[in-house]
C-alpha cells in the first residue's frame, strides 16, 4: 500500500476518533448536567413567563430567562451528582453518571466549576431583575442544600419538600418578566409542586431495590409498594384538580382543556392501574408518562397565550 492511499486512511481513523472522544464527552456533559430534566424545568419557566405577561414576552427577556435557567439548573444538578457521587456508584440506575464512575481526573472541579456557574447566573439576572436573581438562588440553594444534603438522607418527605426548587423554576418564569405572583403562574407553580412527587416516587418505585442498597430513604423504600402507589396516587389526583381549575383562567379556558383533560385521564388511568399492579414495570411507566403530562400541559398553555 502507497503514501497515497495510507494518508487519507490515517486521516479518517483521526476524524473517527475525534468524533468517538467528543460524542463521549458531550454524552458525559448531558448526564452530569442532567440537560433531559433542565429543558423541562427551562419549559417551566417559559410557561410561567407566557402565562405572567399573557403571551407578551420579549425576545430579550425570553433569552434571559433561558440562559440563567439552564446554567442555573443544570449547574445544580452537577453539583447534587458530586454530592452524591459515592452513593449513586451503588445503584444500577446512577452507577455510570460520570462523578460515580470516576472518569474526572479532579471531581472537585465539577463543584467548584458549578458554584461558579450558579453564580453567574444569578449575578446576569440581577441588573435585570431582584426577583429572577431571587428565584434562581431559591430554586439551586433548596436542591441542593435543603434536598440533596439535608433531606434526601433522612426522610421520606425529602422529595415533599424538596419539589419546592422545581416550583421555583415556575416562578422565575413570572419575575423574568415582572409579575411572577400572577394567578396563573402561582397556579402552575402549585402544579409542578404537587407533580413532583408522582414524578420521583413512580421512579423510586420501580427502582426500589436501588434505593434501599444505597440506604435512601425515599417513600417505596420505607412502605410497601401498594401504600406507595396508594400515594403516588393522591398526589396524581391533586395534580390533575390544579391543571383543570388553571382552565379557569381568562388565557386559557377551552382550548387549554382541549389538551389538558384528555392528558389528565391518561395520566391518572396510568396512576390508578399502579394502585392496582404496584410492580416496577408499571411504576417505571408511569414515570415516563408523567413526563410527557408535564410537557403536554406545558405546550397546551404556549398554544393558547401565543396563539
Request: with cysteine; aromatic share 10%.
Amino acid at each position: 500500500m502507497d503514501a497515497k492511499t495510507e494518508v487519507p486512511g490515517g486521516i479518517t481513523w483521526k476524524l473517527e476518533k475525534v468524533k468517538a472522544v467528543s460524542g463521549e464527552f458531550l454524552g458525559r456533559m448531558v448526564v452530569l448536567f442532567k440537560l433531559r430534566v433542565v429543558v423541562l424545568l427551562v419549559l417551566a419557566a417559559i410557561g410561567g413567563a407566557l402565562l405572567a405577561s399573557g403571551g407578551h414576552i420579549s425576545l430579550g427577556r425570553l433569552f434571559l430567562l433561558i440562559l440563567t435557567g439552564t446554567l442555573s439548573a443544570a449547574s445544580a444538578s452537577a453539583v447534587n451528582q458530586y454530592i452524591e457521587r459515592d452513593r449513586d456508584g451503588q445503584m444500577v440506575r446512577t452507577r455510570r453518571r460520570p462523578l460515580a464512575m470516576g472518569v474526572f481526573s479532579r471531581p472537585k472541579t465539577a463543584l467548584e466549576v458549578s458554584i461558579a456557574l450558579i453564580v453567574m447566573a444569578v449575578l446576569v439576572a440581577l441588573p435585570f431583575s431582584l426577583s429572577l436573581a431571587f428565584f434562581l438562588a431559591a430554586g439551586a440553594i433548596i436542591y441542593i442544600w435543603v434536598y440533596t444534603i439535608w433531606l434526601k438522607p433522612r426522610t421520606w418527605l425529602n422529595i415533599v419538600i424538596g419539589g419546592l426548587a422545581g416550583s421555583c423554576a415556575v416562578l422565575s418564569g413570572g419575575a423574568a418578566v415582572g409579575n411572577w405572583a400572577e394567578p396563573g403562574v402561582l397556579a402552575l407553580a402549585f402544579l409542578v409542586y404537587l407533580w413532583t412527587p408522582t414524578h420521583f416516587w413512580s421512579l423510586a418505585l420501580a427502582y426500589r431495590e436501588d434505593y434501599a442498597r444505597a440506604s435512601v430513604p425515599m417513600l417505596p423504600v420505607i412502605v410497601s409498594p401498594r401504600t406507595s402507589a396508594t400515594w403516588i396516587a393522591l398526589h396524581t389526583t391533586a395534580a390533575i384538580v390544579t391543571a383543570l381549575l388553571m382552565g379557569l383562567h381568562p388565557l386559557l379556558g377551552f382550548y387549554y382543556l382541549l389538551i389538558t383533560l384528555p392528558a389528565s385521564l391518561w395520566l391518572g388511568w396510568h396512576s390508578l392501574k399502579l394502585v392496582i399492579m404496584p410492580d416496577p414495570k408499571q411504576a417505571l411507566k408511569l414515570f415516563k408518562v408523567s413526563n410527557i403530562y408535564l410537557g403536554l400541559v406545558l405546550m397546551a398553555i404556549y398554544l393558547v397565550t401565543l396563539f
